[in-house]
Antibody, heavy 119, light 106 residues
Framework: EVQLVESGGGLVKPGSSLKLSCVAS????????MHWIRQAPKKGLEWIAL????????YYADSVKGRFTISRDNSKNTLYLEMNSLRSEDTAMYYC????????????WGQGVMVTVSS | DIVLTQSPTTLSVTPGETVSLSCRAS??????LHWYQQKTNESPRLLIK???QSISGIPSRFSASGSGTDFTLNINNVEFDDVSSYFC????????FGAGTKLELK
């Protein structure tokens, strides 16, 4: 059974940093691209980052470019999102998800982790 | 960015009805359009991929069609368990999502 389990969220002040993790199981993690997607309270879904299966390419939404860094450790089946210079508008539920490629759907999602940025 | 416009925003239906949800893209996206179901306080679940391809484990009452800029998700014989928000997503370019259609029961 495919499982994606996020952790690392919490309440932080504007300007702070936070690092999210997503531990994968039930599939060959090193063969799949991985994404981070967020959803602000009562809002829609926003894709924010993609990392290729071998970390050779990383892509970001403009809203987080230069502040967030996606990475992965295939030996630990773990995906990361390092978030710096956090703003109130970064407050959201953050999900990790897997896909087979750039144009593939996100076939499994984690349960999400909440990040709240507030003074 | 490719903008996806979903309609209606909210849909109130009676169990047993058949409904259609619309998703319109600002540019042609071929069939790189996927549908997700999200129940309250849950993560999204993939319902349909590439505009019309079914997903293992998803009830057959969910079907979809379309290509280019106009897409439709159909739910036959709506059940109580279908109360959810439904999102479309395009992967023709950087992924974007529609704002969603919330399905409610009368």
């Amino acid at each position: 059974e495919v499982q994606l389990v996020e952790s690392g969220g919490g309440l932080v002040k504007p300007g702070s940093s936070l690092k999210l993790s997503c531990v994968a199981s039930g599939f060959t993690f090193s063969s799949y691209g991985m994404h981070w997607i967020r959803q602000a309270p009562k809002k829609g879904l926003e894709w924010i980052a993609l990392i290729y299966y071998d970390s050779s390419n990383k892509y970001y939404a403009d809203s987080v470019k230069g502040r967030f860094t996606i990475s992965r450790d295939n030996s630990k089946n773990t995906l990361y999102l390092e978030m710096n210079s956090l703003r109130s508008e970064d407050t959201a539920m953050y999900y990790c998800a897997k896909s087979r490629g750039m144009r593939a759907p996100f076939d499994y999602w984690g349960q999400g982790v909440m990040v709240t940025v507030s003074s | 960015d490719i903008v996806l416009t979903q309609s209606p925003t909210t849909l109130s239906v009676t169990p047993g009805e058949t409904v259609s949800l619309s998703c319109r893209a600002s540019h042609s996206i071929g069939t790189n359009l996927h549908w997700y179901q999200q129940k309250t306080n849950e993560s999204p679940r993939l319902l349909i991929k590439y505009a019309s391809q079914s997903i293992s484990g998803i009830p057959s009452r969910f079907s979809a069609s379309g290509s280019g800029t106009d897409f439709t998700l159909n739910i036959n014989n709506v059940e109580f368990d279908d109360v959810s928000s439904y999102f479309c997503q395009q992967t023709q370019s950087w992924p974007t999502f529609g704002a969603g259609t919330k399905l409610e029961l009368k």
